[in-house]
């Protein structure tokens, strides 16, 4: 027997493994958690890297998604939640006791309030009254103060945003979480970007995600591009955001403004938690390649077809985003290894993107079946 061979033990018989073997097995055992992690914090990131088979087979592309709806809270944003409040701790401005406050079209919220608790701290969400229903059922569910408000543009003073600074004003113990402008959102996920990198030996082409705050987009393209610099870099936008022309065009714009025809508020889309019509502090730090836009249709086909094909069960933005990856892929070409986020599932999107009445009522049920993705233009 060389020193190139081991021995494996199973129920009692001895079987000789190749080190070739023995590596590969290693390499296929997907990374988990710690399992003596202490408190919340121990549990938020780290997420696996899933590949979705049905994309990656059609595209001829290996296509992943980073499972960030596996997070405690359920979504991408327990790492920004959990960053937010451990810097404001950090420096003085947050203590034991104190308010977190917050306007969001819910996700966000919903962590903040978990981490809030955790910290031992109260939570204020301020929180547009056309959110889905099951988000604010889950913040009150967190013991967290809600204040629904109708959406109007960000310049309104009863903006969701400027509704929550003020109430932070009001508060000498509170602190405003402010996830567009603050740039701990961005610091949150350069280890998103480490951890893809990581997951994938490297062996990452291109990263296209969808963009509200922008701190997603903006840590994980600093993170690979510092690894890797021709790594390409993404971004899907919804109906109604300008970030499209933005990167496109260097000009914030779009249609709908113009043309007076926006249909829903604060944009002419289905989706929840990407597209803006600002750029934020968190977006600037973003280095972007490319743009795609995406449609309703698109987003809710996609999350017809992973259901029927993988099982996967998504939400309106990580949806969005496998639109994204599709329309990246295709513009590769076949080989490449395209990565994005699956930001949250479908069980906080039950009335509204994931609820066939309300569809078929917006016009927007899905109309296909089978493996083809001829839906994405």
Known sequence: MNQNTTFLVVSGTCAVLSVGLIAALRSWQ?????PTA?????????????????????TRCEIYGKAEMLNPGGSVKDRVALRIVQEAFASGRLAIGGLITEGTAGSTGISLAMVAKAYGCRCFIALPDDAAAEKAQLLTALGAEIQRVRPVSISHPDHFVNVARRRAAEDDSAVFADQFENLANFRAHLSTGEEIWSQLDGN?????????T?????GVSSSLK?????????????PGSGLYNKVTRGVMYTRQEAEGKRLRNPFDTITEGIGINRETANF???????????????????AAYLMRNDGLFLG???A??????????????????????????????????????????????PQQSGRHLDFIA
Do not use: W
């Open 38 to 58: 202490m408190g919340l914090s121990g549990l938020i990131g780290n997420t696996p890297l899933v590949r979705i088979a049905s994309l990656s087979t059609v």
């Open 320 to 365: 969005m985003n496998c639109v994204g990856a599709v329309k990246v892929a295709r513009a590769l070409g076949p080989g490449n290894t395209v990565v994005t986020i699956l930001c949250d599932g479908g069980q906080r999107h039950l009335s509204k993107f994931q609820n066939p009445k309300y569809l078929q009522q917006q016009g927007l049920a």
């Open 214 to 218: 922008g701190g997603t987009i903006a």
């Open 204 to 212: 990452v082409d291109a990263f296209i995600c969808g963009a509200g």
């Open 30 to 34: 997907r990374p988990v958690r710690d």
């Open 284 to 302: 600037k730090q973003a280095t972007i390649d490319s743009a795609f836009q995406g449609t309703d249709q698109e987003a809710v086909e996609m």
């Open 226 to 238: 510092r690894r890797k610099r021709h790594v390409h870099i993404g971004l899907i936008d919804p």
């Open 316 to 318: 309106s933005s990580a």
